[in-house]
Nanobody
């Protein structure tokens, strides 16, 4: 099994930045595709970004249209940690952000492809 623990959430003004971290534990961590979902108050949970871990290309990434050019997902295999750098934050980015892990290396935008979820970390962007 995989345990995911998010950190780095908080309150920031619009236009500011935050860096979320997701510390993972479990065997074969490097083989898992990982990513982030978020859920705003009163809204459905949505895909944010994901990253793969294997292959000659390194970590392939995918982003939701709403965060392209603002958010960057990265990894540090030595630390078993995935990061989400969030720049130019907007009030609509306010949500609980969940770190997720798949059972394979491929990227998906579907919640059902990620059996492992963290507890979530709150991000609040004020105007």
């Amino acid at each position: 099994q995989v345990q995911l623990v998010e950190s780095g959430g908080g309150l920031v003004q619009a236009g500011g930045s935050l860096r979320l971290s997701c510390a993972a534990s479990g065997r074969t961590f490097g083989n898992y595709a990982m990513g982030w979902f978020r859920q705003a108050p009163g809204k459905e949970r949505e895909f944010v970004t994901a990253i793969s871990w294997r292959g000659w290309r390194g970590g392939s990434t995918e982003y939701a249209d709403s965060v392209k050019a603002r958010f960057t997902i990265s990894r540090d295999n030595a630390k078993n940690t995935v990061y989400l750098q969030m720049n130019s934050l907007k009030p609509e980015d306010t949500a609980i952000y969940y770190c997720v892990a798949s059972m394979g290396w491929s990227i998906s935008r579907l919640e059902g492809e990620y059996p492992y979820w963290g507890q979530g970390t709150q991000v609040t962007v004020s105007s």
